[in-house]
């Protein structure tokens, strides 16, 4: 068959394609073609004559496995490519499963659990069990089943494993054993498997069967795994019980990429393969191929600060390209304001699309500020791997509290929360209570309200528990006129019990669901102060709140013109792709790196792969912003610049306000009432976190063995640093001491740097015209803005 598509490859990609005698490992920097091997080397195996059904190709993301099908469709033909096995591990492995089941013991047609279907599950269990929910909180104890699973730790042995039981015991959890063996059979006789199950059943059944191991091995004659650093040991150990026999097995992957150790992925995996698979023959591959110059030495400077990884040395043969662009904004409003307008400008400048563009960020919550703005500006956008900010359920269900409130009547939202959280309300007495309210043409509040004119009779405890969500809404309802949108806001999270639900425990899920409720406290607290400032000060209510936002919940953004639009993921999601421009945004301490993650050097190290994975993704520009102030956690918090932005060699990057990033937030803006007073309303506001947070978020990150962020800057940082921190003090006594006039120079909490065109009006009531850099004419009540003269 006709091969002349390996001329499309260079010599080392070629070498690692042509080997097919033994088992082979590709390591390579970011950008090098190790897809490419992967998906020329399938394409070379069919041309060999192997058949298609024959070729395992394990790859991470669905559309990675798409993506590859397509360009083996381009190479040999889509009638050949279409019968290739290839997909993630959870997908392939359903498959066989659905074809073996019965050797395990479940039927065919098993169901497929979800995390939320398992964790219901386990919370049943619980009740059965009479256990208290508190002390076994459901998500908790889901995740160490899981990790009991994933290390292939079935309830039996877990039961006779003194040193687990010990441990449950000592943490005052000692049923998790008969919790975890309970919900094994309990799966097992809804004819049911988790997603751990997929991993671990293939397992099983390729260990305890041999017959079936040998029909695997033989069917698969060819293995290949994709992003092998992210695979966790029962991916690995499956890997090897497919290929031991035969030897043929290719996995390529980039241990400076490896960002998943929180789900078991373990940096070491590329250096076991070569343990397991004796005679491995290593390919390295050292050109980039994605990258301008200067992006690929950007990020090869800023990952020589981990230890632990693999040395190597990426070059680049493209243009030099720009240098990286370090933006800093004011507030997370201007970071989004800022990423707009860069997209337009380079949109025009490049004669590009908006598929050109991806915008990524460390976690789902921050989307928020970028939906907002480029609804705004009508960018048109998609978000990956996520739904959009307002689609996401703990958003819906605040929302939802909202929409009650200014309107009872509201059918859709009262059923969504009448046992959100759970109040002991079932679904068959919201039926009857829909039922009566059909009868009677009146709304389900209505119903509740006077339950017994209209004849809805219910038992006493269902009446009280009723009654109760009756009063516990009127109380929203007799302060929605009175109080500020973000006053009731917060009392609502807290009041309803979600913020008891969200915060009661650490599990990733709920983290990101307190993030992102954070995330809209946040946001109603800045429009009820942009308002304000607007000198609209009687349109900051719930119901103008809804108006803003009803806007953005139903709509998702058109498509530009030619169905293009910029993508918006986490970096996690990033992985794999590319894109010509692309934006980090939020590089700031606690942001990226994650307070989380602050601990220890591993998790920093992790932090700092991520950030790698995120520049390598750009083709042509990328750019990184962080914003000085932000919403977090219900205030304004005075961020600053990611440490990692300093790991990045200067000579790489072009940074707009370099004296920024080596200084901590110092400045200090005028506050309500007085212009020029030095009090700091906004950092005196009530934080939200302590209000209801059963577990606030360190906001100081605890260093152990990772010295304070002011020590790791080399002494000619420091010292610029100490001077940025004097201009600025110095700026701050003048901006108390002077006047607004026209053409005055301010800087805004949230808009930025802005010029004075005009004032009118007098005392209280001075309304100024500003033009801002970035933000656009904005007019703003001088007693309530938040700026400084500068
Ligand atoms: P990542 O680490 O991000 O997964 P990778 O090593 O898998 O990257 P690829 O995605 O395979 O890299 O390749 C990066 C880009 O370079 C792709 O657009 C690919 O088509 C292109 N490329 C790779 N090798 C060559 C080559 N020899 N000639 C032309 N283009 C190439
Ligand atoms: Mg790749």
């Known amino acids: 068959m006709d091969c002349t598509f390996l001329d499309e490859l260079n010599d080392s990609q070629r ?8 088992p082979s490992l590709v390591i390579a920097g970011a950008g090098s073609g190790k897809t490419r091997v992967l998906t020329y080397k399938i394409a070379y195996l069919l041309s060999l004559g192997m058949k298609p059904w024959n070729i395992l190709a394990l790859t991470f993301t669905n559309k990675a496995a798409n993506e590859m099908k397509q360009r083996i469709g ?26 073996e089941a019965e050797r395990l013991g479940y039927a065919g047609n098993f169901t497929i659990y979800d995390e939320s279907d398992s964790r219901s599950l386990i919370k049943a269990i619980i009740k059965e069990m009479q256990l208290d929910d508190k002390v076994y909180k459901p998500a908790s104890v889901h995740a160490r089943i899981s990790m009991a699973k994933n290390n292939l730790m079935f309830p039996d042995e877990y039961a006779r494993t003194r040193s687990l039981i010990e441990r449950d015991a000592e943490q005052k959890v000692p049923a998790v054993s008969a919790i975890y063996s309970a919900y094994c059979e309990r799966c097992k006789k809804a004819n049911a498997m988790d997603f751990d199950d997929l991993l671990i059943n293939t397992y099983r059944l390729l260990v305890s069967d041999a017959d079936i191991r040998k029909k695997y091995s033989e069917r698969f004659k060819y293995v290949l795994v994709d992003e092998y650093q992210d695979t966790n040991s029962v991916q690995q150990k499956i890997v090897w019980l497919l290929a031991e026999e035969h030897m043929h097995v290719c996995a390529v992957g980039d241990d400076a990429q490896s960002i998943y150790a929180f789900r078991g992925a373990n940096i ?12 491995t023959r290593l390919f390295k591959l050292e050109r980039n191929y994605r990258s301008t110059k200067r992006i690929v030495q950007a990020a090869n400077s800023l990952i020589r600060h981990n230890e632990r990884q693999i040395p190597k040395d990426i070059y680049s043969c493209n243009a030099d390209g720009d240098k990286l662009s370090v933006k ?50 009508s960018i048109p956008y998609k978000i990956y791997g996520g739904l959009s900010f307002y689609q996401r359920k703990e958003i819906k269900d605040v929302i939802a509290y909202f929409r009650l409130v200014v309107n009872p009547d509201d059918e859709e939202a009262f059923k969504r929360i009448i046992n959100y959280p759970k109040r002991g309300i079932g679904d068959s007495t919201v039926a009857k209570i829909a039922a009566v309210a059909s009868a009677n043409g009146v709304s389900l509040w209505r119903v509740i309200c006077e339950p017994a004119l209209y004849g809805f009779n219910p038992s006493k405890a269902t009446l009280t528990k009723l009654d109760a969500f009756r009063c516990l809404i009127s109380s929203f309802i007799e302060k929605f006129v009175t109080v500020d949108a973000y006053a009731l806001g917060v009392e609502v999270v807290k009041a309803s019990g979600i913020s008891a639900d969200i915060y009661q425990d650490k599990t990733p899920e ?17 429009f009820v102060e942009g308002r304000k400032e607007e000198g609209r000060a009687d349109e900051v209510h719930l119901t103008d709140f809804l108006q803003e936002v009803s806007l953005q919940t139903d709509l998702e953004s058109d498509d530009g013109a030619d169905g293009e639009r910029v993508s918006l993921m986490t970096v996690h999601s990033a992985k794999g792709l590319e894109f010509p421009v692309v934006f980090v945004v939020g590089l700031e301490e606690n942001i ?48 600053s610049p990611s440490r990692f932005l300093t790991d990045i060699s200067p000579e790489f990057v072009d940074v707009e306000d370099a004296k920024d990033i080596f200084m901590r937030a110092t400045s200090s803006y005028s506050s309500r009432g007085s212009l020029f007073s030095s009090d700091n309303r906004w950092q005196n506001s009530r934080p939200v976190a302590s209000q209801f947070k059963a577990d606030p978020k360190p906001r100081e990150a605890v260093h152990r063995d990772v010295p304070p962020v002011s020590d790791t800057f080399s002494p000619r ?32 909490e949230r808009f930025g740097i802005g010029t004075v065109i005009r004032l009118e009006g007098v005392g209280e009531n001075t309304k100024a015209t500003v033009q801002f850099k970035n933000a656009g004419v904005k007019q703003l009540l001088l007693k309530f803005a938040r700026f400084k003269v500068i």
């Open 717 to 748: 940082f420091r010292r610029l640093q100490a001077a940025a921190s004097s201009a600025v003090s110095a700026k701050k006594s003048m901006a108390n001491s002077s006047q607004v006039k026209e053409n005055s120079v301010i800087e805004h």
């Open 15 to 22: 070498a690692a394609v042509e080997f097919c005698d033994g």
């Open 510 to 526: 709920n983290i990101a669901r307190q993030e992102n409720v954070e995330e809209l406290l946040g946001s109603i607290q800045e």
């Open 592 to 639: 990226f790196p994650s307070s989380l993650s602050m601990g220890s050097r591993r998790e920093l190290e992790e932090e700092r792969r991520l950030l790698y994975v995120a520049i390598t993704r750009a083709e042509r520009h990328c750019i990184l912003t962080y914003a000085k102030n932000r919403y977090r956690y219900g205030k304004v918090e005075m961020e």
């Open 268 to 279: 070491d995996n590329i250096l076991d393969f070569q343990k397991q698979f004796a005679g």
């Open 328 to 377: 800093p904004a004011y507030s997370d409003r201007e970071e989004a304001i800022i990423v707009c307008n860069e997209i337009k400008r380079i949109k025009r400048a490049d004669r590009c699309g908006y598929n050109d563009f991806a915008v990524l960020y460390r976690t789902n919550s921050q989307s928020r500020s970028f939906e907002e703005a480029m609804r705004k500006v």
């Open 74 to 99: 381009g190479l040999v033909g889509e009638e050949v490519a279409r019968y290739l096995y290839m997909g993630t591990f959870h997908s392939i492995f359903s498959r066989i499963l659905r074809v």
